[in-house]
């Protein structure tokens, strides 16, 4: 398979070496990424690429301002953050194409440069250059954003959250920052969550309109932050230690600077009155479902209700889409074993907070519980394997009695174990899987009560496909 695949790539390369002036002009570009994208949908098993990523690559090959030539809708809207960006994104196109817009968007949450060249072009009309769209609408990695929208700006961009996320590629959240600030102008509108202090500190710099969103106090709230991983303790302006009159997790709050008064200030749109368990939360009094019992899903609800009344929708018309015409969770997805209930819980790897909203999530269920942990992969993009960011997980909190079993999987299973123990997990609660195979017997046979699985999207996939197995014997 993999001869063929080198085989056709060789081919591919030929033809655009022959066909280079040609595919220099726009109109070629576009044709020649429409035509190999169908090509890599028809050949998957040996490109592995569903023509998601890999004609854009061949495309700026040849043509690197393609992306400035083309005729853009009049809402250019990215979505971008640490965390929470694709179940914004998700949540914004479900809204806005319930109220008759014809949405192009990144719905495979490929959000890195080659797969957003790959998804405009195919959208794009060749003769007239123009995207065929009302709203272009992108889950954006933070470090592509500049790259992707080089000419043509942002009309709107949503920010989520910016925390320690990735190191390995990404830094500390002040390099996360200033790769977000230098790739937006005062022409792009910034929908911001001003509970975070380092995505406040846009207020401070951004020539542009801006419109913030954050969340009241909730029971769950505390004084002190409950993580050993805060990563704004400081006022980004005068440097003088924050004071908070309540942490939600990590370093999202309710803030001030004792100095320089630099905090989130009156929001613009404010959630109160959240009920997880009923699903519902109010924004500016008005009442909103929310698509799960959980509550960073309170946050990407906000932030698309903020958004979409900046572009203009009436609040009827989101509450509709949101309330009643209710999108599933593109999150957490639950299952079956036996009578046992199964939460997919798709916690990201390298990023402490995503992983301590999914353990307080946990912990928030009633019953005794099993969880099964483990990743085959650190990352998707790169191969450094640096786990020192489990040490970053507050994984003492997993120190709970209606915790029966972890059961510990995948090719750093070994690891994950260590730092459980490390956390000061009991041995007799840790259980080493060797054989992936065999997870479902063994969680059977070895524990009680319901079942979380916190996994990256690979070992989520594996598991989930051995959960339909399972229920087809």
Same mark, same amino acid.
């Given at each position: 398979m993999k001869t063929l695949y080198n085989i056709i790539i060789k081919i591919v390369k030929l033809f655009c070496l022959l066909f280079k002036p040609i595919l220099k002009t726009n109109t070629a570009t576009i044709i020649a990424n429409k035509i190999f994208t169908f090509g890599c949908k028809m050949l998957k098993p040996i490109f592995k690429d569903d023509g998601t990523v890999t004609p854009g690559y061949y495309a700026t090959m040849y043509n690197k301002s393609i992306l400035d030539e083309l005729i853009y809708p009049r809402y250019i809207i990215g979505v971008t953050g640490s965390s929470g960006k694709g179940s914004t994104t998700s949540l914004i196109a479900h809204v806005l194409e319930g109220n008759g817009y014809k949405v192009v968007w990144n719905k495979n949450g490929s959000n890195l440069f080659n797969a957003a060249t790959t998804l405009i072009l195919n959208h794009t009309n060749p003769f007239t250059k123009r995207i065929k769209a009302d709203v272009l609408l992108l889950e954006l990695d933070e470090s592509f954003i500049k790259t992707i929208f080089n000419k043509v700006k942002l009309t709107h961009l949503v920010i989520t959250n910016i925390t320690r996320d990735q190191p390995a590629r990404n830094g500390n959240p002040d390099i996360i920052f200033n790769k977000i600030a230098s790739s937006i102008d005062a022409n792009t509108h910034l929908v911001i969550n001003a509970d975070d202090p380092i995505v406040t500190r846009f207020k401070v710099i951004h020539k542009g309109l801006i419109t913030t969103y954050g969340i009241g106090k909730y029971k769950t709230d505390t004084k002190e932050p409950i993580s050993n991983t805060v990563d704004a303790a400081y006022c980004p302006v005068c440097e003088t230690k924050l004071k908070y009159n309540f942490y939600h997790y990590g370093h999202l709050g309710d803030y001030t600077c004792p100095k320089c008064k630099f905090s989130?200030?009156?929001?613009?749109?404010?959630?109160?009155?959240?009920?997880?368990?009923?699903?519902?939360?109010?924004?500016?009094?008005?009442?909103?479902?929310?698509?799960?019992?959980?509550?960073?899903?309170?946050? +990407?609800?906000?932030? &698309?209700?903020?958004?979409?009344?900046? =572009?203009?929708? *009436?609040?009827?018309? $989101?509450?509709?889409? #949101? @309330?009643?015409?209710?999108?599933?969770?593109?999150?957490?997805?639950?299952?079956?074993?036996?009578?046992?209930?199964?939460?997919?819980?798709?916690?990201?790897?390298?990023?402490?907070?995503?992983?301590?909203?999914?353990?307080?999530?946990?912990?928030?269920?009633?019953?005794?519980?099993?969880?099964?942990?483990?990743?085959?992969?650190?990352?998707?993009?790169?191969?450094?394997?640096?786990?020192?960011?489990?040490?970053?997980?507050?994984?003492?909190?997993?120190?709970?009695?209606?915790?029966?079993?972890?059961?510990?999987?995948?090719?750093?299973? +070994?690891?994950?174990? &260590?730092?459980?123990?490390?956390?000061? =997990?009991?041995? *007799?609660?840790?259980? $080493?899987?060797?054989? #992936? @195979?065999?997870?479902?017997?063994?969680?059977?046979?070895?524990?009680?009560?319901?079942?979380?699985?916190?996994?990256?999207f690979d070992m989520t996939a594996i598991l989930k496909k051995l959960l339909n197995e399972g229920m087809k014997k």
């Open positions: 989130r200030n009156k929001l613009d749109f404010q959630a109160k009155d959240i009920d997880l368990d009923k699903q519902f939360m109010t924004i500016n009094r008005n009442i909103v479902h929310l698509n799960k019992n959980v509550f960073f899903c309170c946050y +990407y609800t906000l932030a &698309t209700f903020a958004l979409l009344k900046t =572009i203009g929708l *009436e609040t009827k018309d $989101i509450q509709e889409y #949101l @309330n009643n015409q209710v999108l599933e969770a593109k999150r957490m997805k639950e299952y079956r074993l036996g009578k046992r209930k199964v939460e997919m819980i798709e916690s990201k790897n390298e990023n402490a907070l995503s992983y301590l909203q999914s353990i307080n999530f946990i912990k928030s269920e009633h019953g005794k519980k099993t969880i099964i942990i483990g990743f085959d992969n650190v990352s998707r993009r790169y191969s450094y394997n640096d786990i020192s960011w489990l040490y970053d997980v507050d994984f003492e909190l997993l120190n709970d009695n209606s915790i029966d079993k972890i059961f510990c999987i995948g090719r750093f299973k +070994y690891d994950v174990y &260590t730092r459980l123990k490390y956390a000061g =997990i009991r041995e *007799e609660k840790l259980i $080493i899987v060797d054989d #992936l @195979n065999n997870i479902l017997e063994l969680v059977k046979k070895k524990s009680k009560g319901s079942i979380y699985t916190m996994a990256c």
